[in-house]
């Protein structure tokens, strides 16, 4: 029997991941605060130095659940997309995903380097890779909305109702 949604534990981990990317993009500034305090020589105050260290913190608690998540992924599988959706749709849905956990996996992995190893190149590159990852989030809502709206299929219905407890 095929696959026809995804299962409790995949759509729990969906939206828990995309709650920490939204409050990563809405409180991002703690981090760049801090860091140009301490560039300055400036004492950070308390609340400086945990605005900061939270968003060290949930980057790193976003790459372990991406990891698991994509772990949850390639053992569940996910269901096939709508029979008669265009190719161009399958492709451009297959490359957004590689995309979205390529991006929430490396970014915080530059991000960790740029921080505790000073290293510019990866501060550039995990800049970067915001301005991607938000280019990458668009698309995917959009082309859920889409899916739901003008082509009618069940594809957002699916993230949102569980196929299985698992």
Do not use: C
Request: positive net charge; aromatic residues 10%.
């Amino acid at each position: 029997m095929s696959k026809t949604g995804y299962s409790s534990t995949q759509i729990r981990l969906h939206w828990l991941l995309a709650v920490m990317v939204l409050v990563q993009f809405i409180f991002h500034d703690g981090v760049h605060n801090l860091g140009g305090l301490i560039q300055r020589g400036e004492e950070p105050s308390i609340l400086d130095v945990i605005w900061g260290q939270s968003h060290i913190v949930l980057g790193l608690l976003i790459f372990v659940m991406a990891a698991i998540r994509l772990s949850v992924r390639l053992k569940q599988k996910v269901p096939p997309p709508p029979q008669a959706e265009n190719a161009v749709l399958k492709i451009t849905a297959k490359l957004t995903h590689f995309m979205l956990y390529t991006i929430l996996l490396v970014m915080p992995i530059s991000g960790s380097v740029a921080w505790f190893g000073h290293v510019e190149l990866a501060a550039k590159g995990h800049e970067f890779g915001k301005g991607l990852l938000l280019a990458f989030l668009f698309l995917h809502v959009v082309g859920a909305l889409y899916q739901q709206f003008v082509l009618k299929t069940d594809v957002l219905k699916r993230m949102v109702k569980p196929e299985n407890k698992f």
